[in-house]
């Protein structure tokens, strides 16, 4: 693994890290079994736990998130979909066990559960906008998006928020890829041209040096060949507790 090599640019390039294949992190475990060698995406649906009809609810609601933001000038009729709705939500609320319970069967067996419901390209959560990362044989990872109108900031644009949360989260998948993890510390981020929406938006995230438990990492967003946004971040190592646990199980880590 390469260092940081300058006192006074902490985020000096120390050069790039080469993926660290067959560390028995258990996410890069089950990246790896979808993902093969080096460049395949992330399927959360082959993930441990996952339920067809749990992913097909969250497919449908989607569907109606995209459908309903900025419908109400069109004139649509409504009625019949809310009734259908107000049913659904009667059927499954109540055989949806309470938040705490749930949140601590998302971080059994290494927390695929909390992967697929994960705010950024979650399967099953129904806010999370559609990113898959893939890995790249130089250590880097990258994803494509086109977001609509529900992640809209200034008129037409992404909101700045969301850029910094797929941001954030690839970096922790550009961890994840070189077999590093941690938290994030300090993150900084620099907007340097409106982010369109309805165009496809092309992220990379890369881990630029690390020395004991500090991880330096960068990314990007270009839209039409242009920068859009540019952030950088140090994460530290840590050992989170797992919900409904103590403390990290040796050999479970998240
Ligand atoms: C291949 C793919 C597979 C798929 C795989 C799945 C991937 C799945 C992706 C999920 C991706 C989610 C990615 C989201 C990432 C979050 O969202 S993380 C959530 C947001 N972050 C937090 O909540 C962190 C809150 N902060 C903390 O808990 C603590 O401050 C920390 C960060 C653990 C550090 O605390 P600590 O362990 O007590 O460490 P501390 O001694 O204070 O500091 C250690 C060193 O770091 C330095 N440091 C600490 N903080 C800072 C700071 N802010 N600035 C500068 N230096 C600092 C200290 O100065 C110290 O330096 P030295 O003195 O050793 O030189």
């Known amino acids: ?3 940081d090599t300058s006192a006074e640019d902490p985020w000096h390039s120390g050069g790039k890290l080469h993926p660290v294949l067959g560390t028995r992190d258990p996410q890069l475990a089950d990246a790896q079994r979808v993902w093969g ?22 497919e449908q609601m989607r569907r109606l998130r995209d459908a309903l933001t900025g419908i109400a000038d069109s004139g649509a009729d409504l009625a019949e979909a809310a009734e259908l709705l107000r049913r659904a939500a009667d059927i499954v609320e109540p055989q949806s066990p309470d938040q705490a319970t749930r949140l601590a069967s998302q971080w059994r067996k290494g927390g695929p559960g909390a992967r697929r419901t994960n705010p950024v390209g979650g399967t099953e959560n129904v806010i999370a906008p559609p990113l898959r990362a893939f890995g790249h044989p130089d250590g880097s990872v990258s994803a494509r998006i086109t977001l609509g109108l529900p992640y809209q900031g200034p008129p037409g644009c992404v ?23 941690g ?40 839209s039409g060949g242009e920068l859009r946004v540019e952030a950088r971040a140090l994460f530290i190592s840590a050992n989170v ?8 199980a040796p050999g479970e880590e998240r």
């Not at 797929?166 to 590093?180: E, I, K, Q, R, S």
């Not at 995230?205 to 960068?218: C, F, L």
Request: hydrophobic letters at 40%.
């Open 1 to 3: 693994m390469s260092k």
């Open 37 to 58: 060698e080096d460049f395949e995406p992330v399927d959360l649906s082959e993930l441990e736990g996952a339920d067809p009809h749990l992913e097909d609810v969250g």
């Open 159 to 181: 909101h700045g928020g969301m850029s910094a949360l797929m941001l954030d989260h690839l970096f922790g998948f550009a961890n994840h890829w070189v077999g590093l993890r």
């Open 183 to 222: 938290m994030t510390a300090h993150y900084e981020i620099d907007y340097r041209k409106p982010t369109p929406l309805l165009e496809p938006l092309d992220m990379k995230a890369w881990v630029e040096s690390h020395e004991g438990r500090k991880i330096w990492v960068r990314a990007t967003i270009e």
């Open 241 to 248: 507790p797992l919900p409904g646990r103590d403390a990290t």
